[in-house]
T-cell receptor
């Protein structure tokens, strides 16, 4: 069965203090790995899709990377508005369907 | 606004009552998904449509739950005889399946509270 584990569960940073969030996964054939941002009381907001090991994607202060076992979301010089829960999800390649299996998320708090 | 929309945004109901939620996907998207999210957890898959066909249902979707997508447009999720354990955020997502691209875009969710 697919499993997605995110660490740490919560992370507190000072503004400008760079760090990384981890998403480790076990899946029988990865079709895609997805990162989402979720603000309290709102639906997840799509950030990135990664399809193969070695792939990297960037958006503003965020950079996502992928290996065969895990993905990292690097946050460079974060600002308070980056505070949110970051969710990782995987899509299995061997299934004919495209459902996502999510981790529990990392709650990020950036203090000014 | 061309994103996924969901109504109502909040619903408070008494145990044993029936509730129905609506989801309007992004107009050109042919796939529609329902997820449930409880506090401190990631979204959990409930069911999935491609056009009007319901192709997969999770074990989480008990007999009290039913979903429809008439004419492949909007979708409804009905919960009959609600229980306190049904309290959660119900999320709808849609995607356009082209080649390898399956990004799912989520709506704002419907927060259900069963008292």
């Amino acid at each position: 069965e697919d499993q997605v584990t995110q660490s740490p569960e919560a992370l507190r940073l000072q503004e400008g203090e760079s760090s990384s969030l981890n998403c480790s996964y076990t899946v029988s054939g990865l079709r895609g790995l997805f990162w989402y941002r979720q603000d309290p009381g709102k639906g997840p907001e799509f950030l990135f899709t990664l399809y193969s090991a070695g792939e990297e994607k960037e958006k503003e202060r965020l950079k996502a990377t992928l290996t065969k076992k895990e993905s990292f979301l690097h946050i460079t010089a974060p600002k308070p508005e980056d505070s949110a829960t970051y969710l990782c999800a995987v899509q299995e390649g061997n299934s004919g369907y495209s459902t996502l299996t999510f981790g529990k998320g990392t709650m990020l708090l950036v203090s000014p | 606004d061309t994103g996924v929309s969901q109504n109502p945004r909040h619903k408070i109901t008494k145990r044993g009552q029936n509730v129905t939620f609506r989801c309007d996907p992004i107009s050109e998207h042919n796939r529609l998904y329902w997820y449930r999210q409880t506090l401190g957890q990631g979204p959990e898959f409930l069911t999935y449509f491609q056009n009007e066909a319901q192709l997969e249902k999770s074990r989480l979707l008990s007999d009290r739950f039913s979903a429809e997508r008439p004419k492949g447009s909007f979708s409804t999720l009905e919960i009959q005889r609600t229980e306190q354990g049904d309290s959660a955020m119900y999320l709808c997502a849609s995607s356009l399946a082209i080649g390898r691209f399956y990004e799912q875009y989520f709506g704002p969710g419907t927060r259900l509270t069963v008292t």
